[in-house]
């Protein structure tokens, strides 16, 4: 069975492959339905591999073989409860967002192969870094993601601002590489004392035989690269443009599972790998992920155009899953991978709902889209309605559990921790959740309720007018596409659970005794 | 030494040997020769390259020692000028296959028509012969006088273009580039004779090790052979003759230049620094930091403003120096690991480097001017050559699906933060993003559709040849990075 890990590497990989060869004529037309195969083909062998993975805690289906002897670098791959749910949803996502390309929901430039085939590889690289258990293999994977996502954003983002999607798009690689290559110094530091670079190994030891002061260095430099991609507040500065500018299927991509990629290595590396280190860093990261929180939602508040505002919420939803993270217990772990996924669905579908809006109407800018899509789109805007108030984190939608879980895990953090910080970061962050409610419920209001009516007085020439767009409801086929989605909010909600119950034993097994 | 006559370990020096003799068999051919055809100088080349490889491959795993000198003391160790080991055997097959790609680069037809071939092809011959031997010595004469063979013949290549006289200029500049730094360099070696009483290597080191009375004079020594160097490597402030030179040359030459020249100053460096002045390292390590950090931020800088292929990759070749050297700035520190971490990153960067510059070379035929938004839509043009350039770009910057880039810097950052030089790490992570935006910015060009639909060029054989080896060597060792690190032990 080790063998299926590696397969669900390789899938998208050999997709993207596959396509690089295919005959130039019929390359664009076929390459949406060729990328749907493919990613429908990894969605099935990564719920093969949850299945078979089951709920133990530890490490199932491991394949470790010698890669670079010299430098002591292995494949080493394997799963747990903590890389389960994260492996699914990018798989979903990536799905999602293939059959999103197949019908009109593509950007409009042409290019669809290379499109797919950059869409294939950013999926690899994903769902590599959630499996590798080798820092180089993590590595390597982490970066992989950089270079189709770098094009993605920047050849088929949005078609009105070509500097714009230029210059966001490169923001994203600059901050992302300079995270990075610090990260990676804190890994060469750690192998450094410990002499080896596999994950389960450094677990084992918990940070032995890694002194105090090099441990608090590698806690930096390793936080720091996971910093940037999360991204905590102030490291934040690349995502929202990004997020902006990008194309629907690259915002999706960027929210629901690249972020995740961040959070992802505090909890299995960080965390872990140097302990001691993390501790003392942890009452920061708390104070900067509340910091965020607030921010995100202040900068929410002062947003015109959607998809800014559901980027901005994004630093938001973040904190509350870094502040989870920051309080080393299994409580908040576990909080923290529960909103990870929540907040992959929840905002993916935001994303999806957002970029059908701005697809058009030509425009995200809400005054723009003008007033009452209850009343023009009531399929669309029910749909939104439900994203919203999910990402507000309305009880019994998946938004909820995730931050209250948090919220509780910062009332008890582990006893080395200042509990006064951690409570006042509570409290601030319970703000932070008002205020978040505030800025979804102003969105609801100002978009989908009232009555229809031409655009404000600012609307250009340029943008057609609310009236002229006929098809402004739902197709079938869309709600086709965001049903999962939709599905999983609710179900998560009503049994948060069923995820639980499978992230829970990993983050006990991992950090209930020593934490 | 008690006079005689040495033995000599024929098989050990066959590797420069065969390219001295083919050199020699290039000249003479095309002088005494009647039916003398187009390529037979260049296969006249690649026979010498296979024979030196041959004896490489024979040799590979051996340790072995020539020219060996017992001191007139009593009691002192045999030292060796001439050696066979792991890093010799490493820089030989740099030179190895950079002779040969550029050999491929400079058939007839594919390169400048108004380069005289045999002429051209005899030079090579003769630098690389140098790089070959420099590579084996092991006392600062030999290595001064090995220097010395790689700089002359290259100097006279880049000049070679009849009648151009910017190439006439740039070999000017070279030359006395050169010869500045040779005397700079030699000054120095004669300071450390002077208080070491040694030429060898391993003398020099156990003297140093022991202390010397003048002690001054002997930091002197080390720290003005460093610059000489320093000279031939293109650190930053000793860089400014490199763009010229290279704009100037055939392209052909400018690989030439990139990679194997500047492989046989890294190497030289490596060797003196390593073996030699380790015990002065207190000394000449913050120098080596400073002078990477610089070498790679000002390459990096100025390579953002360029539009010219073979400007952009003369820059990007400074920044990677600064990387090859920021490991041996930690020598001193972490020994062999450090000098691994170099020779590394100098292998991984001469596949890679000589991968850009021989599509560079195809493209410059139909596209004199070189300009990079020349490169637009290559991918469809010539879809190998475009695969083959923007994988060698993402190797520089060091990004996957360049994996092979990516170890190359690991392995450099690897050295520095096991050394504890915390802030060559910072400068060495910003100059890492600096140096992507302009592979990226090239990369893009690449991919980018050229509104105008042309036909495809003509691929001279040789050429494509030299684009397709490359690019399997990259791709291959991106597979399997174990490759270049099991040549260094």
């Known amino acids: 069975m080790s063998w299926l890990l590696p397969l669900l590497i390789a899938t998208p990989a050999a997709g993207a492959l596959i396509l690089a060869f295919w005959p130039r004529n019929r390359a664009d037309r076929d390459a949406p339905m060729a990328g749907l195969v493919v990613s429908a083909v990894a969605f099935g062998l990564s719920v093969v591999v949850a299945l078979a993975s089951g709920t133990e805690a530890g490490f199932q289906l491991e394949q470790e073989r010698v890669w670079i002897e010299p430098l002591d670098v292995s494949w080493h791959v394997g799963i747990d409860g903590i890389s389960s749910p994260l492996v699914l949803l990018t798989t979903l996502l990536g799905a999602l967002c293939m059959a999103s390309l197949l019908r009109g929901g593509g950007p409009r430039c042409g290019g669809e192969r290379a499109l797919v085939a950059m869409l294939l590889l950013l999926e690899t690289g994903v769902i590599g870094t959630f499996l590798a258990l080798d820092l180089v293999l993590f590595f390597v994977f982490f970066e992989l993601v950089l270079v189709p996502m770098w094009f993605v954003i920047a050849w088929w983002g949005d078609p009105h601002d070509e500097p714009g999607r230029r210059r966001a798009a490169s923001v994203f690689l600059l901050l992302t590489v300079i995270g990075s290559a610090v990260m990676l110094a804190g890994f060469l530091l750690v192998y450094g004392y410990a002499g080896t670079f596999d994950v389960v190994e450094l677990a084992e030891r918990g940070g032995e035989g890694i002194p105090a002061t090099a441990q608090v260095v590698a806690a930096l430099a390793i936080g720091l690269g996971l910093a940037v991609k999360t991204p905590m507040w102030p490291l934040h500065i690349w995502l929202p443009d990004a997020h902006a500018k990008a194309p629907t299927v690259g915002s999706v991509l960027l929210a629901g599972v690249l972020l995740k990629m961040g959070t992802y290595g505090l909890v299995r590396v960080w965390l872990p790998v140097v302990p001691d280190g993390a501790r003392d860093v942890a009452p920061y990261l708390a104070v900067f992920a509340v910091i965020g929180i607030v921010y995100g939602a202040l900068a929410c508040l002062a947003q015109t155009d959607l998809k800014r505002l559901v980027a901005y919420s994004s630093v938001g939803h973040m904190g509350f899953i870094l502040l989870g993270i920051s309080t080393l217990t299994p409580a908040g772990i576990n909080g923290a991978l529960f909103a990870n996924i929540a907040h992959g669905v929840i905002t993916g579908l935001l994303f999806f709902l957002a970029g059908a809006l701005k697809d058009r109407y030509e425009t995200a800018e809400m005054a723009m889209l003008g007033r009452g899509l209850y009343g023009r789109s009531p399929r669309l805007a029910g749909v939104l309605a439900v994203a919203a108030v999910a990402s507000l984190g309305l009880p019994g939608l998946a938004g909820f559990w995730g931050e209250m879980l948090t919220l509780l895990a910062a009332f008890d953090p582990i006893a080395e921790l200042p509990r006064a910080t951690y409570l006042v970061c509570m409290a601030v962050a319970g703000v932070g959740a008002v205020l978040t409610a505030v800025y979804f419920v102003a969105v609801l209001r100002q978009v989908c309720q009232g009555e229809p009516a031409p655009s404000g007085a600012s609307s250009t020439a340029a943008a057609p007018s609310v009236a002229s767009v006929v098809s402004a409801e739902a197709t079938r086929y869309e709600l086709v596409v965001w049903a999962p989605l939709v599905v999983l909010t609710v179900l998560f909600g009503l049994a948060p659970g069923l995820l639980l119950g499978v992230i829970d034993p990993s983050v006990v097994a991992m950090f209930g005794g020593g934490a | ?489």
């Open chain 2, 1 to 489: 030494m008690n006079g005689g006559v040495q033995p000599i370990d024929w098989l050990a020096i066959t590797p420069p040997l065969a390219l001295a003799l083919g050199a020699i068999a290039v000249l003479m051919a095309d002088g005494f020769l009647v039916r003398w055809r187009a390529w037979s100088p260049s296969g006249l080349s690649v026979a010498a390259i296979l024979v030196a490889g041959v004896a490489v491959a024979v040799l590979a795993g051996d340790a072995r020692d020539v020219f060996c000198v017992e001191l007139s003391s009593a009691g002192a160790p045999v030292v060796c000028s001439y050696a066979v080991d792991t890093v010799s055997i490493a820089v030989w097959v740099v030179v190895l296959v950079g002779t040969l790609v550029v050999t491929l680069l400079s058939s007839s037809g594919a390169i400048d028509a108004r380069v005289p071939l045999p002429e051209h092809h005899f030079l090579l011959l003769c630098s690389a012969s140098g790089a070959m031997a420099l590579a084996a010595s092991r006392d600062l004469i030999t290595l001064l006088i090995s220097l010395e063979v790689v700089s002359l013949p290259a100097f006279a290549m880049a000049g070679l273009k009849r009648g151009d006289r910017r190439s006439a200029e740039a070999a000017l500049k070279f030359f006395l580039v050169s010869v500045v730094s040779a005397a700079v360099m030699l000054l120095g070696i004669s300071f450390v004779y002077g208080a070491t009483g040694a030429v060898h290597l391993e003398s020099v080191r156990a003297a140093l090790d022991a202390g010397v009375d003048a002690e001054p004079v002997a930091v002197a020594g080390v720290m003005l052979t460093l610059v000489g160097l320093g000279f031939k490597v293109a650190a930053v402030p000793f860089h400014a003759w490199v763009p010229d030179v290279y704009v100037g040359a055939p392209v052909p030459v400018a690989a030439y230049l990139s990679v194997v020249s500047k492989a046989a100053g890294f190497v030289g460096l490596i060797i003196v620094l390593g073996l030699g002045f380790t015990p002065y390292s207190w000394a000449w390590g913050p120098a080596v930091g400073v002078l990477a950090a610089l070498t790679m931020t000002v390459g990096n800088v100025l390579a953002l403003r360029q539009r010219n292929a073979v400007r952009l990759l003369a820059w990007s070749s400074v920044a990677q120096s600064g990387f090859i050297l920021a490991p041996l700035a930690v020598v001193g520190e972490v020994g062999d690991l450090a000098v691994r971490a170099s020779l590394g990153y100098l292998l991984i960067y001469a596949v890679v480097n000589l991968g850009a510059f021989a599509v560079v070379a195809m493209m410059v035929r139909d596209r004199p001017a070189g300009q990079l938004a020349d490169y637009a839509g290559l991918l469809r043009r010539e879809p190998w050559a475009g695969v083959g350039l923007a994988f060698a770009l993402l190797c520089l910057a060091g990004l996957p699906p360049g994996v092979i880039g990516l170890f190359a810097k690991l392995v450099a950052f690897q050295a520095v933060v096991e050394g504890g030089m915390g802030w060559l790490v910072a400068v060495m992570a910003a100059n890492v993003a600096i140096g992507l935006a302009y592979y990226l910015r090239w990369t893009v060009v690449i991919l980018s559709p050229s509104g105008e639909e042309e036909a495809r060029p003509v691929v001279h054989p040789a050429v494509g040849a030299a684009v397709g080896g490359t690019l399997t060597l990259a791709v291959g060792l991106s597979l399997l990075p174990a490759a270049v690190f099991n040549v260094l032990g």
